[in-house]
């Protein structure tokens, strides 16, 4: 096992692995392995009486850490890459790269031939339910693949896939948070549009967050009862629309609007920013 593993940019993702690897059951990281490197240093302070390590520059995490992740935005990388290529014994860092559209050559190439594992996270890991699609280079040991998915898999599920399919994964489980939270905000909204918000009279609707959490646990429930099936979604689909009902009429409304059409099309625009992001990369 990897004994120091650094962080380059503490953001919410970081923020979601540090949580998860620190306070797993099994075999927990400890603070003292963790180094920290952030541009805003006073964002990260509070680490340091946890007993992390929070390192003045990023060669600096570099050299002390066996495994970097990489936690940056993509367009950071044109700056990052520069600097990590100066670091000393680069090559034998472990690097770990949560960024869209970041390729494992790009950082290879910089890094002197290191090993690198490349990360789609999303936000879920934030309370420990998120998924993580994992793909590395050939330089990466099996054992090293292994501690990448420990350490993701620690605040969610891993599914590992090729680095071809990468940028589409990212539209399936990167981006698709939004999408959901999209739709929660819809409904909420068209509920409030028919008066179930309660306002002035008590007697009347819901409070905001009893009118939120209901359409969250309809969404909750409706997804584990998809996984907890062996119907496929048309099916299930079918199971709710009653001949003539409320649902089948409703449902009639989304596909006029081409419902179905609008995710595929906005997941293939996700998967064509991710190519130009790579493009830029190179």
Not at 71 to 97: G, M, N, R, W, Y
Request: aromatic fraction near 6%; glycine fraction near 6%; proline fraction near 3%.
């Amino acid at each position: 096992m990897r004994k120091k593993i650094a962080f380059i940019g503490v953001g919410n993702m970081a923020t979601a692995i540090l949580s998860g690897i620190t306070s797993r059951s099994v075999a927990p990281i400890l603070w003292s392995d963790i180094v920290l490197y952030n541009r805003h240093i006073e964002k990260i302070t509070k680490y340091e009486a946890m007993g992390a390590c929070l390192a003045g520059s990023l060669n600096e995490a570099v050299e002390i850490a066996d495994c970097v992740v990489l936690c940056v935005k993509p367009q950071s990388f044109a700056e990052i890459l520069p600097e990590l290529s100066k670091c000393k014994d680069v090559e034998k860092k472990l690097f770990v790269s949560i960024a869209a559209g970041i390729s494992s050559d790009s950082i290879s190439r910089a890094t002197n031939g290191a090993p690198v594992v490349l990360v789609m996270p999303n936000t879920p890991m934030l309370i420990g339910q998120g998924v993580s699609a994992i793909c590395k280079n050939d330089a990466v040991a099996e054992a090293d693949l292994d501690f990448v998915s420990e350490m993701f898999a620690s605040a969610g599920k891993v599914i590992r896939i090729n680095e071809d399919e990468m940028n589409r994964i990212i539209s399936v489980t990167g981006s698709s948070p939004a999408y959901v939270f999209m739709m929660i905000k819809a409904m909420y909204q068209g509920a409030v549009e028919q008066g179930l918000l309660q306002g002035n009279d008590l007697t009347k609707g819901l409070p905001e967050k009893d009118l939120l959490d209901s359409i969250c646990d309809t969404i909750i429930g409706a997804a584990m009862l998809m996984k907890s099936g062996n119907k496929t979604p048309d099916e299930q689909i079918q199971t709710v629309c009653s001949k003539g009902g409320t649902t089948e009429r409703a449902v009639a409304e989304l596909e006029k609007y081409d419902f179905y059409q609008a995710f595929s099309t906005a997941m293939q625009k996700c998967t064509d920013r991710a190519d130009e992001l790579r493009s830029l990369n190179k």
